[in-house]
């Protein structure tokens, strides 16, 4: 698990550490040093603490002008427990919506299990977007049942044409305006 690292690609474009309205502004990484674990497996050190044991991130790209955010995830999303979706959306999301983000790209490959509660935080979150949307990029099919046995879909889009195998391929912008346009195709479905 050490060996997975954040896509670092973007990172001429945009370091969450050297943002300052970014949660992890000021950060220091020490790449020669593993001190992160999840069940006791060091992850690379580039992956950010959230408040949870058990899901780390990485913000790989936000644009305030636009409004949008693109963040990667590593580990077990654990709501039952660990109250994942509690850290995710007071620790990172606020301070993200504060700034005026209201698009949100969750990548989840590396999402490897996920245990679900409620859907609160979801529905809270999905209502603080408002003209905006929260989409699951890359979820595994068997997390997305799993999201959708707890009523997640009902707040953040997945599956479908969100499984975007090409994406490292794309500038953020790209990307972004890719999701966008499959989320308002959506939207218009309905």
Not at 25 to 35: M, Q, T, V
Not at 148 to 165: A, E, P
Request: proline fraction near 3%; charge should be negative; hydrophobic fraction near 40%.
């Amino acid at each position: 698990m050490h060996e997975i690292e954040p896509y670092y690609r973007w990172l001429h474009l945009y370091n969450p550490a050297e943002d300052e309205r970014s949660p992890f502004h000021g950060k220091e990484y020490n790449y020669d040093l593993y001190s992160e674990n999840i069940y006791g497996y060091y992850i690379d050190p580039a992956w950010d603490f959230m408040g949870s044991e058990t899901l780390y991130l990485k913000i790989l790209y936000a644009s305030y002008d636009e409004g949008y955010a693109i963040i990667e995830f590593i580990g077990e999303w654990n709501d039952t427990i660990n109250n994942d979706i509690m850290h995710l959306k007071r620790n990172v999301i606020e301070a993200l919506l504060h700034e005026g983000v209201n698009k949100f790209i969750l990548i989840g490959e590396n999402i490897f299990n996920f245990h679900g509660s409620d859907d609160c935080y979801y529905e809270e979150w999905f209502e603080e977007v408002e003209e905006g949307w929260i989409a699951a990029v890359n979820f595994p099919e068997f997390v997305q049942d799993e999201l959708k046995n707890f009523n997640v879909d009902s707040f953040v889009n997945m599956g479908g044409s969100l499984q975007i195998d090409k994406w490292r391929t794309l500038s953020p912008q790209r990307f972004f305006l890719l999701v966008d346009q499959l989320i308002q195709r959506r939207i218009s479905l309905y």
